[in-house]
Each structure stands twice: as C-alpha cells, then as structure tokens.
C-alpha cells in the first residue's frame, strides 16, 4: 500500500534538470521532496539522514550512481530505489535492476510517467517502467510466470545469465569465464530462446523476479 505521503530525495548532478524534476513532483498531491543531492556521497548521506520511501538516482554522476545504490541497499534491502539514465544501453538498466533498484526512468519521460513509476513502487508493486521504456520490457507478465524454465538452462548458462544480468559485456563474461566470445553470444541467444525473452534488460528482471520468488 502506498504511504499517503510519499517522501522523495532526488540526486542528479544537473542542478537544472533536479530542480526542475523537484518543482514538479511537488506539485503532485501526496509526494513531498525531502531531499536533493548532486553525488553518490549525497545519496548516500541524504539517505541516512531521512530513510524516504523513494531514491530517484542518477546512474551518471560523481561517484557513480551504481556504487551509491550498492551502499544504499547495505544500509537497507527493503530500500526503494528508482534509477534515473539518459543511456538505453541494455547492460545499464540490467545492472541497476541486478543490483535491487526497484524501477528505472529514461529521461525526458513526462512527468505523469514519472509520477506513476514512483507510484507504483512505493506501493510496493515491484520492479516498475514508465510507458517509455516499457517496450524493452515487453512480456514482463509473460516473464513473472516463467521461474520454471531457469531449470531447463544448463550450469553454464545459467552462470552466463548471472553475469550478463550483472551487467557484463559478452566480452567481459568471455574473459571471466575464459571462453571465446562467439561462445557467450551463442549461449545467450540459446539462453534468451528457452526462457522467451529478447534482450538483457529483460533477461535481468526475469532473473531478479524469479529471485524474489524463491
């Protein structure tokens, strides 16, 4: 159930962006901003400060928005925390949603989108998209009621679908796993048929809902 007021900080390092993003979810009834910060030192310390329902979270900014929500959610797994990402890189939305943000936001989104992503998270209804960025999550109902086929994938892919949900190139996972790369590119189209999926992105939540429901 959603809080009746739902308490927000917001770290960006773009002061014009985060003032506007501030002023406007301010105007929304039930939310209230208790927080700003331009750094991952910021969102760490404004979270300690005031524990809010919601951390909107740039992934690009001074000391990296991936390493605060790592240290966020040490201070608190239940924590809530939506990424905000100008890039649509696959392997940056699967890294955040592997390492517990609970939604993410391609900027420039409206903020009626905005509004109900942080909605539906502080509802407490998982892992969230605002329709921008839902397309690369299409089958996201299909995923939820697919935890049995991890099953049908072999040791190998499955420890690949780890390190891809984590946020590693191909490259990368070829090299931490000391195979070649056309390796890892067969294995994931392999691994992507026989759960049904078609990106990382969704090979991430998949694996995170899976996780959730064991």
Known sequence: MRPDVVRIVIVDDHPIFRSGLSRSLEDEPGFQIVGEGASAADAISLFDQHRPDIVLLDLSMPGGGHSALRVILRRDAAASVIVLTASEHDSDIAQALAEGAKGYVLKGVGVSE?????????????????????????????????????????????????????????????????????????????????????????????????????
């Open 114 to 214: 905005l509004v109900n992503v942080i909605s539906g998270v502080a509802a407490g209804d998982g892992c969230s998209a605002s329709a921008s960025t839902r397309d690369g999550m299409a089958g996201m109902e299909t995923v939820k009621h697919q935890a049995r086929a991890l099953a049908n994938l072999t040791p190998r892919e499955e420890q690949i679908l780890e390190l891809v949900a984590a946020g590693n190139s191909n490259k990368e996972v070829a090299r931490l796993l000391n195979l070649q790369e056309k390796t890892i590119k067969h294995n994931m189209t392999r691994i992507l048929q026989k759960l049904k999926l078609r990106n990382r992105t969704e090979a991430a939540i998949y694996l995170r809902e899976a996780r959730l429901k064991k």
